[in-house]
Nanobody, 124 residues
Framework: QVQLVESGGGLVQTGGSLRLSCAAS????????MGWFRQAPGKGPEFVAAITRYDLKTYYADSVKGRFTISRDSAKDTVYLQMNSLKPEDTAVYYCAADSRRLPIATRYDYEYRGQGTQVTVSS
């Protein structure tokens, strides 16, 4: 069993930055590919970013490419999402997902573990 706990959300003005954290516990963190998703009010979930287990390859949605950076720290069992140049359309609940079988990059799958999410609100 893996527990995922997100933190770092909040209210920020357009153009501002936030860093989200997703702390994992319970199993070997490095065995899991990690991803970030978001869901805005009235909309379906959207892939944001993902990072592989061992070679640390990263993937991004076109909407965040160049503004967001995903990284992971195996010493802290934590994955991060650095968000810069935030826009009002980035407002959503952000949650992380972990999976040992596939990269969390598509919303159509139920990944092995996901967190409860953290709210990000970008004011205009």
């Amino acid at each position: 069993q893996v527990q995922l706990v997100e933190s770092g959300g909040g209210l920020v003005q357009t153009g501002g930055s936030l860093r989200l954290s997703c702390a994992a516990s319970g199993r070997t963190f490095s065995d899991y590919a990690m991803g970030w998703f978001r869901q805005a009010p009235g909309k379906g979930p959207e892939f944001v970013a993902a990072i592989t287990r061992y070679d640390l390859k990263t993937y991004y949605a076109d909407s965040v490419k160049g503004r967001f950076t995903i990284s992971r720290d195996s010493a802290k069992d934590t994955v991060y999402l650095q968000m810069n140049s935030l826009k009002p359309e980035d407002t959503a609940v952000y949650y992380c997902a972990a999976d040992s079988r596939r990269l969390p990059i598509a919303t159509r799958y139920d990944y092995e573990y996901r967190g409860q999410g953290t709210q990000v609100t970008v004011s205009s």
